[in-house]
């Protein structure tokens, strides 16, 4: 009998077959990480069409933001891990290095910005507010995540360090698609005729988080005080469940050549000036309501005659 792929222990689930390649067109093969990621595409457009009809906005400007913010949030999610890894291409062509998406590497905290940066192009080209463009796409930006951190499932990767609790995730040691520390390798078990390194599976903390996070900001979002807040919501809590998840990771990218985690410092970034933004925004907002109340005109009541 065949080894199973993965398997979670504490909760008694195996699984046979996780593949990494979901077919092969002309003898190149379609990785199941590709796969999820243009689901995501998809699934974010349509959730952010579902909020534009009911909002009584132009479909057509949030399709061609699609036509423009998927190209952009690529090269963002590219260039952002060329740059911060770029010690371990010394020597090479930049081109090259950059073009190299099959070789893995894609962080998401330059697609964000590569996804912001097509809405203020497509805002001022259609001159529509960017915070109204933000707010219609920040849940959809979430749902993308969520999808698309199922493609690190499929390629074993972007785990967390060695773990026995109740999720942890046994990975056949010879499959094994991310960095692998010494506790980890120090405590590998051997099942079902194989050896399995046993650590978090971040990317489903990350996804099950982001999912909630999602679903808050629909319901708020009929519900916000000012515009723009719903992008502020999403920064300040994706910052947060960022920075949770980073503590648990094997992979972490660090500033530069230091030692600091590069995506913990974004996230504490990312939470404080969008949680302080909020807390502005909310006492702009009552001031102003408050301000309209005063000058309401009081109805006078008639003299009787």
Known sequence: MNAPDIFFPNLNITLRSVPRVAFSVFGLDIYMYAVTIVIGIVAAYFLGIWWVKKSGQKVSDYTDLLLLGVPMAIVGLRLYFVIFNWSNYSGQSFIRVFFGFRDGGLAIYGGIIGAALAAVIIGRAKKIPFATLADTGAPSMLLGQVIGRWGNFFNREAFGGYTDGLFAMAIRADQIGGPVTEEIRSNA??????????????????????????????????????????????????????????SFRTDQMMLFNTNIPLNQVTAVLFALISGGLIVAGHIKTKRGEKENESVKPTKRTRRKK
Request: net charge positive; glycine share 8%; aromatic share 28%.
């Open 189 to 246: 078990v051997y099942a079902h005729g194989a050896y399995y390194f046993q650590v978090h599976p971040t990317f489903f903390y990350e996804l099950f988080l982001n999912a909630l996070l999602m679903v808050g900001l629909i319901i708020y979002r009929p519900r916000k005080r000012f515009n723009g807040e719903i992008l502020l919501m999403y920064f300040f809590g994706y910052g947060v469940i960022r920075f949770f998840v980073e």
